[in-house]
């Protein structure tokens, strides 16, 4: 039972370049969640999906897309990377209920030139 | 836009003494209260979380507290140990959604 999985860990783009970022979770959880972490300002929500086949935007979304591919997997892609966009991206999934809480991803740092 | 304030933004505390950690919301509904502690280089793990119709929630030496009028909750930490160095986050759930709003975090250090 892996939890939640991110690939890659570590990524360096230079600006304008595209990429995806790959997110996939075993808890059989409905809900997940792309943040982006960044010094002194916490966790902040980029995009999220309630369920399959839903996404929302969150508080930071521009710049961002997302897919929720299927029950598991849910991607965020960087269509035209910039230097602001260098941070740490976590992805949560969470189940259902008054007491689903989120469980994060290891992480992906990425670093835009 | 919601907001959650977590304070301090750090904190040393010696080993045995009690870490006291606070966050204050605003003017929002919210239904549910984690809280998170991170180590370096990993992924925020859940600590202990609790909802607002209760006062107080213990777990072991972690214990949060609750103040559903004055909008302030507040993570304890007893008998501190150079193992709970990490940063701590405080979040919040908005009631009716899977939307959480974080604190800044606080980063704590335990000195042995």
């Known amino acids: 039972n892996a939890g939640v999985t991110q690939t890659p860990k570590f990524q360096v783009l230079k600006t304008g370049q595209s990429m995806t970022l790959q997110c996939a979770q075993d808890m059989n959880h409905n809900s997940m969640y792309w943040y982006r972490q960044d010094p002194g300002m916490g966790l902040r929500l980029i995009y999220y999906s309630a369920s399959e086949g839903t996404t929302d935007k969150g508080e930071v979304p521009n710049g961002y897309n997302v897919s929720r591919l299927n029950k598991r997997e849910f991607s965020l892609r960087l269509e035209s990377a910039a230097p602001s966009q260098t941070s740490v991206y976590f992805c949560?999934?969470?189940?259902?209920?008054?007491?689903?809480?989120?469980?994060f991803g290891p992480g992906t740092r990425l670093t835009v030139l | 836009q919601q907001q959650v304030k977590q304070s301090p933004q750090s904190l040393i505390v010696q080993k045995g003494g009690i870490s006291i950690i606070n966050c204050a919301y605003e003017n929002t509904a919210f239904d549910y209260f984690p809280w998170y502690q991170q180590f370096p280089g990993k992924g925020p793990a859940l600590l202990i979380a609790i909802r607002p119709d209760v006062s107080e929630k213990k777990e072991g030496r972690f214990t949060i507290s609750f103040n559903k009028s004055a909008k302030q909750f507040s993570l304890h930490i007893m008998d501190s140990q150079p193992g709970d160095s990490a940063t701590y986050f405080c979040a919040a759930r908005a009631s009716g959604t899977y939307k959480y709003i974080f604190g800044t975090g606080t980063r704590l250090k335990v000195l042995a």
């Open positions: 949560a999934s969470s189940g259902q209920g008054p007491a689903g809480s989120q469980y």
